[in-house]
Nanobody, 121 residues
Framework: QVQLVESEGGSVQAGGSLRLSCVAS????????LGWYRQPPGKQRELVAT???????KYEDSVKGRFTVSWDNAKNTVFLQMTSLKPEDTAVYYC????WGPGGGFELNYWGQGTQVTVSS
C-alpha cells in the first residue's frame, strides 16, 4: 500500500504561482510513477504531469512550459511547481502514484485526497 498526502492548495490571481507537494509513505520502494491529476468543475479528472523513477516526465499540453513536476527521492515527495496560472487551471488537484502490487507482476494506482487550486482573473 502507498499513502499520499498533499499539501494545501490555495487561491491566486491569474499570472501567479503556486507549488503543490505530496508526501508518499508505505511501500515507497515499489513506486514507479508519481504525479498529478486534476478535476476542473463539471469535468472529468485529467492528467496534469507525471514523473517516473527514471526521471522521465510527461505533461498535459496546456501546462507545458508553465508547470514543472519533480520527485525528491530522499523525501519521497513529488512537487508540482505551477507558474503563469490561468483561471482554467482552477481544479481539485490529486496526487497520483503507480506502484508495483504485492509480489510484483501487476501495478496499482493510488490517489491523494485532493486539494483545491483556484485561479481568479
Amino acid at each position: 500500500q502507498v499513502q499520499l498526502v498533499e499539501s494545501e492548495g490555495g487561491s491566486v490571481q491569474a499570472g501567479g504561482s503556486l507549488r503543490l507537494s505530496c508526501v508518499a509513505s508505505g511501500y515507497t520502494d515499489e513506486i514507479k510513477v508519481l504525479g498529478w491529476y486534476r478535476q476542473p468543475p463539471g469535468k472529468q479528472r485529467e492528467l496534469v504531469a507525471t514523473v517516473g523513477r527514471d526521471g522521465m516526465t510527461k505533461y498535459e499540453d496546456s501546462v507545458k512550459g508553465r508547470f514543472t513536476v519533480s520527485w525528491d527521492n530522499a523525501k519521497n515527495t513529488v512537487f508540482l511547481q505551477m507558474t503563469s496560472l490561468k483561471p482554467e487551471d482552477t481544479a481539485v488537484y490529486y496526487c497520483y502514484s503507480r506502484a508495483w502490487g504485492p509480489g510484483g507482476g501487476f501495478e496499482l494506482n493510488y490517489w491523494g485526497q485532493g486539494t483545491q487550486v483556484t485561479v481568479s482573473s
